[in-house]
């Protein structure tokens, strides 16, 4: 175990989260509740109920993620939560533990950005594996897709530049929006993505959103797929009759050939911006990070785009795609080691923060 030990703090959405990073990088706990049951009924994320539940789960996922770890409280000798963006109510839970914490042990406490956090991720090492994870490169860039963000980064010394993002919906978002249509429970994207496996997305193929096809940009935009797609489920509803996938039953074949067109027209888009950044400048290293890069498409997509292009791909090991606090810890020791330090006193949560 090397020196410091950082413990991070993450509750920016439904997910309450504690882990304990050591001073090379290597996750020594990742405890990740999950509120899914508190908010299904409701179809999505509750921001009252979100906060209620990071109180009440908050005393045994940080006890469960100590116990792991192997250390006490007394030892940790850093301290972070996210400090945005996010839900203000569930955001405040996290980063008010974790100042109370770093002023009750006179620790050093960094309020994170939480896409940094994501940013980084893809330089954690997988569980099990023995190898001490590397520092990230001077420079490299960064693709962050979640349920808020499409976002293309530049990073170089620890300074992050936006190089493109989405100019409407976010890429996951998308995927929930569609299943909530067909039915599906909350979060969609995960089974949208399972259903689609099951498709021939040639069979019901959608267009990849060029946005300025003639340009090189680098933004995103999901609301035309989504809107095509949307349109295209009513479609079949005219032949097939209502489709309501809820209670878990096999969708009819025309259903997956078009989640299957949907997801390859979503991931067609990012493998185009990346195209594009390609011809630009060489990419270098890309490192692939958020909820949607468990996406198993794009999992099999990008080693291969990125294998014929000769970038050093990291994709963002699965269990830490999803939210959690394994990468606010380690994007905070990222932080320690530059020798920055945020004031407890001045940290404030807030919704939407530039990065
Ligand atoms: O990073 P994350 O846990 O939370 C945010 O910061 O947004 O990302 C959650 C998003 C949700 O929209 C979820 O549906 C989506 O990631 N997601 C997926 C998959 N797994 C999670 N979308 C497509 N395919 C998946 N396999
Ligand atoms: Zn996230």
New binding site residues.
């Given amino acids: 175990m090397d020196h410091p030990l950082v413990l991070g703090i993450e509750t ?2 439904d997910d309450t989260a504690c882990a304990v990073v050591d001073g090379a990088g290597r996750v020594l706990s990742s405890v990740v509740s999950s509120q899914l049951a508190a908010h299904r009924p409701y179809g999505g994320v509750v921001p009252e109920i979100a906060s209620r539940e990071h109180l009440s789960n908050w005393p045994a996922v940080s006890r469960e993620a100590l116990e792991r770890a192997g250390v006490g409280l007394r030892e940790v000798e850093v301290v972070a939560a996210t400090r945005g963006p996010g839900l203000v109510g569930a955001l405040l839970v996290g980063l008010s533990l974790g100042k109370a914490i770093a002023f009750a042990e006179g620790r050093p406490f960094h309020a994170v950005h ?1 896409l940094e956090g ?1 940013l980084f991720s893809p330089f954690l090492r997988a569980p099990g594996d023995p190898a001490a994870p590397e520092p990230p490169p001077a420079r490299f860039v960064g693709l962050v897709v ?4 499409t976002s293309l980064f530049a990073v170089e010394d620890g300074a992050v530049s936006t190089l493109g993002e989405t100019r409407d919906d976010a890429m ?2 998308v ?2 929006k569609v299943g909530k249509r067909l039915g599906l429970p909350y ?4 089974r ?2 399972e259903l689609a496996e099951l498709g021939t997305p040639g069979a019901r193929p959608l267009p990849v959103s060029r946005f300025g096809r003639f340009s090189d940009g680098l933004d995103f935009s999901y609301s035309g797929l989504k809107s095509q797609t949307l349109l295209e489920i009513e479609r079949l509803e005219r032949t097939l009759g209502a489709i309501d996938l809820g209670d878990g039953s096999k969708p009819p074949q025309p259903v997956l050939d078009l989640l299957a067109g949907f997801r390859a027209a979503a991931v067609g888009q990012v493998l185009d911006r990346l195209d594009r950044l390609q011809q630009r400048q060489p990419i270098g290293t890309l490192a692939v990070s ?3 890069a ?3 498409l794009l999992r099999r997509e990008l080693p291969a785009w990125a294998e014929r292009n000769g970038v050093d791909l990291r994709l963002v090991p699965l269990v830490y ?3 959690n606090a394994a990468m606010i810890a380690h994007a905070a020791l990222l932080r320690h080691r530059r020798g920055v330090v945020d004031d407890l006193f001045a940290a404030e949560a807030e919704s939407r923060i530039p990065i």
């Fill in positions: 920016s959405c939480h994501h979640s349920g808020g963000h996951g978002e995927f929930d979060p969609q994207g995960p949208v993505d958020g909820g949607v468990a996406n198993r795609s999803g939210d």
